[in-house]
T-cell receptor, first 114, second 110 residues
Framework: DSGVTQTPKHLITATGQRVTLRCSPR?????VYWYQQSLDQGLQFLIQ???????AKGNILERFSAQQFPDLHSELNLSSLELGDSALYFC?????????????FGPGTRLTVL | GQQLNQSPQSMFIQEGEDVSMNCTSS?????WLWYKQDPGEGPVLLIA?????ELTSNGRLTAQFGITRKDSFLNISASIPSDVGIYFC??????????FGTGTRLTVIP
């Protein structure tokens, strides 16, 4: 158990819908990272927040957005969902701001778009 | 984004054998990391490498940061059944982004 929690574990929805994925970092960690893992793409970095502020952006689509709240939990919002958005979405947290600080990954949310 | 080519894509080995996998990039990285992902779990950091030429061990695992800064390898000695999983390399550039390889799926046959 990494100490990072993600909800829900599974999510099934239809194209065009909007969903919110939630992540609670390890106690004391200020950075939260979001990753997408699909079968043919490996792990893709989406976005990082540090202490409530956006710090780094990867290959995140405009239809996706994230935020980190004062209690440090984070939410990833996916809208106008397409079939290709089906994937595992991981959240990771770390103490510091640098991506090379050890990142602890949550168990992931499996999103299926039908 | 950056392209990390990881090979082999999959390996089937007998318990007790040594394993070697590598990761190459067309770009220079400042840091190389190796992660392992068990089924149904998130990746877990195995080894971090911070300078070119660095060779680091963690138990039966050994990893090296290539001298050109464009590659890294991971060796596992005397494999055991619990080594099964997907191994990912990851590299960091000057920007605060981590780029992951596509993974090596390891199967250990008892």
């Amino acid at each position: 158990d990494s100490g990072v929690t993600q909800t829900p574990k599974h999510l099934i929805t239809a194209t065009g819908q909007r969903v919110t994925l939630r992540c609670s970092p390890r106690s004391g960690d200020l950075s939260v990272y979001w990753y997408q893992q699909s079968l043919d793409q490996g792990l893709q970095f989406l976005i990082q927040y540090y202490n409530g502020e956006e710090r780094a952006k990867g290959n995140i689509l405009e239809r996706f957005s994230a935020q980190q709240f004062p209690d440090l939990h984070s939410e990833l919002n996916l809208s106008s969902l397409e079939l290709g958005d089906s994937a595992l979405y991981f959240c990771a947290s770390s103490v510091g701001i640098a991506a090379v600080n050890e990142q602890f990954f949550g168990p992931g949310t499996r999103l299926t778009v039908l | 984004g950056q392209q990390l080519n990881q090979s082999p894509q999959s390996m089937f080995i007998q318990e007790g054998e040594d394993v070697s996998m590598n990761c190459t990039s067309s770009s220079i990285f400042n840091t190389w990391l190796w992660y392992k992902q068990d089924p149904g779990e998130g990746p877990v950091l195995l080894i971090a490498l911070y300078k070119a030429g660095e060779l680091t061990s963690n138990g039966r695992l050994t990893a090296q940061f290539g001298i050109t800064r464009k590659d890294s390898f991971l060796n596992i000695s005397a494999s055991i059944p619990s080594d099964v999983g997907i191994y990912f390399c990851a590299g960091q550039t000057g920007a605060n982004n981590l780029f992951f390889g596509t993974g090596t799926r390891l199967t250990v046959i008892p």
